[in-house]
T-cell receptor, first 112, second 115 residues
Framework: DTEVTQTPKHLVMGMTNKKSLKCEQH?????MYWYKQKAKKPPELMFV???????INESVPSRFSPECPNSSLLNLHLHALQPEDSALYLC???????????FGPGTRLTVT | SQQGEEDPQALSIQEGENATMNCSYK?????LQWYRQNSGRGLVHLIL?????REKHSGRLRVTLDTSKKSSSLLITASRAADTASYFC???????????????FGTGTLLAVQP
């Protein structure tokens, strides 16, 4: 199984809502990532988990809260988002350092 | 700031023609990777070239890397309409410790292959 799955595919939320994005992989990868991608722009790294521990936080606002419950799952908890947070949120995983990353299909988030 | 700049920003060719995309980056790297993204979808890894390699092939793809010029190129031969997508280079300046693999993506090239 070489697939990274993400749910939901689309999400519309108000600025006072709390929601979560979910990501799952069963490839035995040791690193998992969250990216944010705005239209016509490249993906921007948000967080990296290595061996279920947060290893990189790219100065992301605290309204985004990542969680890695186990080696196969990655969540991104959202709270009090702003309209400018609307974007495609991509999850990825990799075996480790210097390896390619496998991406999920993304969650299209709209904040109203 | 973004590590890679790509050119052209957009490229339109006919089926059967070759497409070449270029990527320039700023700092020393461990490896450079190329990804494809169909509109609004996830990225698909195409090829990885390490800093001690100069050229790599995979099917219709040919990638070159010139570390002295801090540049790479992706050549797609005999293009097909299905190759229509955005193409991104991504640089890995690691290692960062543990399993961490931090990629910085270039600005991307939007390729349109006309049937």
């Amino acid at each position: 199984d070489t697939e990274v799955t993400q749910t939901p595919k689309h999400l519309v939320m108000g600025m006072t809502n709390k929601k979560s994005l979910k990501c799952e992989q069963h490839m035995g990868h040791r690193a998992m990532y969250w990216y944010k991608q705005k239209a016509k722009k490249p993906p921007e790294l948000m967080f990296v988990y290595s061996y279920e521990k947060l290893s990189i936080n790219e100065s992301v606002p605290s309204r985004f809260s990542p969680e890695c419950p186990n080696s196969s799952l990655l969540n991104l908890h959202l709270h009090a988002l702003q309209p400018e947070d609307s974007a495609l949120y991509l999850c990825a995983s990799s075996y480790g350092d210097s390896y390619e990353q496998y991406f999920g299909p993304g969650t299209r988030l709209t904040v109203t | 700031s973004q590590q890679g700049e790509e050119d052209p920003q957009a490229l339109s060719i006919q089926e059967g023609e070759n497409a070449t995309m270029n990527c320039s980056y700023k700092t020393s790297i461990n490896n450079l990777q190329w990804y494809r993204q169909n509109s609004g979808r996830g990225l698909v890894h195409l090829i990885l070239i390490r800093s001690n390699e100069r050229e790599k092939h995979s099917g219709r793809l040919r990638v070159t890397l010139d570390t002295s010029k801090k540049s790479s190129s992706l050549l797609i031969t005999a293009s097909r309409a299905a190759d229509t997508a955005s193409y991104f280079c991504a640089t890995d300046a690691g290692p960062y410790g543990g399993a961490t693999n931090k990629l910085i993506f270039g600005t991307g090239t939007l390729l349109a292959v006309q049937p």
